[in-house]
Nanobody, 124 residues
Framework: VQLQASGGGSVQAGGSLRVSCAVSGRTVRRITMGWFRQVPGKDKEFVAAFHSSNSSPYYADSVKGRFIISRDAAKNMVALHMNSLQPEDTAVYYC??????????????????WGQGTQVTVSS
C-alpha cells in the first residue's frame, strides 16, 4: 500500500484548507484510513478516520464540527476538509492506512502504512 498526500499550506485563523491522500495497492473502502497530525516534540495525534468495517467517520474531539473526512472510492482517495482553522491546528498532517481494529482506531501504532507529511500552518 502506498499513500501520497497533497494539499495543506498556510491560512489565517478562521480559514479553510484541504489535504488529500491518494491510495494505491488497496481499495479505500476495504482498509482503515486515518489522518494524524504532529507538532515538533510530540507524538502523532489522531485527527479523523474511517474504519474498514463501516462508513461512519470518527473524529478527535478537538476537530469535531470543524473537520470533515471524506472518502472517494472512484478515485481511491481520502481527504480531510479543515474549516474554522485555529493556530493550534498547525502541524504536519499525515494520512495512514492499515488493519487497525475499531478500538485501536485512534492509536498511530495501529496503522501499517503512512504517507509523507504535509504542512498546515494557521496564523493568528
Amino acid at each position: 500500500v502506498q499513500l501520497q498526500a497533497s494539499g495543506g499550506g498556510s491560512v489565517q485563523a478562521g480559514g479553510s484548507l484541504r489535504v488529500s491522500c491518494a491510495v494505491s495497492g488497496r481499495t479505500v473502502r476495504r482498509i482503515t484510513m486515518g489522518w494524524f497530525r504532529q507538532v515538533p516534540g510530540k507524538d502523532k495525534e489522531f485527527v479523523a478516520a474511517f474504519h474498514s468495517s463501516n462508513s461512519s467517520p470518527y473524529y478527535a474531539d478537538s476537530v469535531k464540527g470543524r473537520f470533515i473526512i471524506s472518502r472517494d472510492a472512484a478515485k481511491n482517495m481520502v481527504a480531510l476538509h479543515m474549516n474554522s482553522l485555529q493556530p493550534e491546528d498547525t502541524a504536519v498532517y499525515y494520512c495512514a492506512a492499515g488493519s487497525a481494529i475499531l478500538s485501536s482506531l485512534r492509536q498511530n501504532t495501529a496503522y501499517n502504512y503512512w504517507g509523507q507529511g504535509t504542512q498546515v500552518t494557521v496564523s493568528s
